[in-house]
């Protein structure tokens, strides 16, 4: 493939991944003065500012990540790993919606729970065919991970 054209794939990539998290910032960003500055959180929840800094290179990360299998010889099948992603990708908007539009932080969750496992079979499937791409998930993975934990300590602290 050119380069021209592999640009271009990389560029897709991202334009996908960054419309992903704009379609999850218009369903947060009103909640968060209102709705969410009321809830009780954990001493260790981290400032606002920081959530939109690291989304940001996470998505980045990811469409890379992404990208990297796309490009991959036709000898290679990467309709799996490509369905995993698109699946968690889905996953990680409809969070976003549940939580913040809809305020349903139990039912949240359990959709981030559902997330992970997709995040961890993306990650896994994702290292059959691209050992760097499966590592630029992996913090992506380590964060859902704090977010699920702080999504769940704040369902528990707002029973």
């Given at each position: 493939?050119t380069?021209?054209r592999?640009l271009?794939a990389?560029?897709?990539?991202?334009v996908?991944?960054?419309?992903a998290?704009?379609?999850?910032?218009l369903?947060?960003i009103?909640?968060i003065?209102?709705?969410?500055?009321t809830l009780?959180?954990?001493?260790?929840?981290?400032p606002?500012?920081i959530?939109?800094?690291?989304?940001?290179?996470?998505y980045?990360m990811m469409?890379?990540a992404?990208?990297?299998?796309?490009r991959q010889p036709g000898?290679l099948?990467?309709?799996?790993?490509?369905?995993l992603?698109?699946?968690?990708?889905?996953l990680?908007v409809?969070?976003?919606?549940?939580?913040?539009?809809?305020?349903l932080?139990g039912a949240?969750?359990?959709e981030?729970?559902?997330l992970w496992?997709?995040i961890?079979?993306?990650?896994?499937?994702?290292?059959?065919?691209?050992?760097?791409?499966?590592y630029?998930?992996?913090p992506?993975?380590?964060?859902?991970t704090f977010a699920?934990?702080l999504?769940?300590?704040i369902w528990r602290?707002n029973a």
């Amino acid at each position: 493939m050119t380069t021209t054209r592999q640009l271009i794939a990389l560029a897709i990539s991202v334009v996908i991944c960054l419309g992903a998290a704009g379609i999850g910032s218009l369903l947060t960003i009103p909640s968060i003065p209102t709705w969410y500055s009321t809830l009780q959180k954990p001493n260790w929840n981290p400032p606002n500012w920081i959530f939109g800094p690291v989304w940001t290179v996470l998505y980045l990360m990811m469409a890379v990540a992404a990208w990297l299998i796309w490009r991959q010889p036709g000898s290679l099948d990467v309709r799996l790993p490509l369905t995993l992603f698109a699946i968690q990708l889905a996953l990680n908007v409809a969070w976003s919606g549940i939580f913040f539009r809809l305020h349903l932080v139990g039912a949240a969750f359990l959709e981030v729970t559902i997330l992970w496992i997709f995040i961890l079979a993306t990650t896994i499937a994702f290292g059959f065919v691209s050992r760097t791409a499966s590592y630029l998930m992996v913090p992506y993975l380590l964060w859902v991970t704090f977010a699920s934990t702080l999504n769940g300590t704040i369902w528990r602290l707002n029973a």
